[in-house]
């Protein structure tokens, strides 16, 4: 199973973004700050990373220039995630060694077909659980769609509800 590296200082959105990418047969693996990309890039060796621009400590692109300068880490794809819809500083950031670029709220079908390109061209194959091929032949009907969000809802509620109670705990 392909392994996903998320950077992302919103729980929220890497919680979500985790749940999109296990449906699409991937393994998301969470960070919270760009300090923290290259120890877990080094140490989980993920297939693609996603990377926020706008973080405390270490922002998107100083952590994108240390994971592009290190051997370890320079072939790994890395798609920008931010809420600036902005082509000068897309450009900038694919200059820097970006490899995609999404704007906050992202579109999943974009998204995934890019991440399996992404993923396909760094190995040589089509292994990516959503390639080319298969993501054309992968038309879920209506209930399989309805079936997919309402387990990703629940997860969404199981996580946030732990989370409340281990604050509760606290207080």
């Not at 880490?73 to 819809?85: G, K, R």
């Amino acid at each position: 199973m392909p392994r996903i590296l998320i950077i992302d200082d919103e729980p929220d959105l890497r919680l979500a973004l985790t749940a999109t990418l296990e449906d699409h047969g991937y393994e998301g693996v969470e960070g919270s700050d760009g300090s923290e990309a290259l120890e877990l890039a080094v140490k989980y060796a993920p297939d693609a990373i996603f990377l926020d621009v706008n973080m405390p400590v270490v922002d998107g692109p100083a952590a994108l220039k240390i994971l592009k300068q290190d051997p370890r880490t320079a072939d790994i794809p890395i798609c920008i995630l931010t809420a600036v819809s902005d082509a000068s500083y897309e450009e900038y950031v694919i200059g820097l060694g970006a490899d995609a670029f999404f704007v906050k709220p992202w579109t999943e079908d974009r998204m995934m077909r890019r991440l399996a390109e992404l993923i396909d061209s760094r190995t040589g194959s089509s292994s990516g659980p959503m390639s080319d091929d298969s993501f054309i032949q992968y038309s879920p009907g209506p209930s399989l769609a309805v079936t997919l969000q309402m387990e990703r809802s629940q997860r969404l509620v199981e996580t946030i509800q732990a989370r409340h109670n281990s604050w509760v705990s606290w207080g």
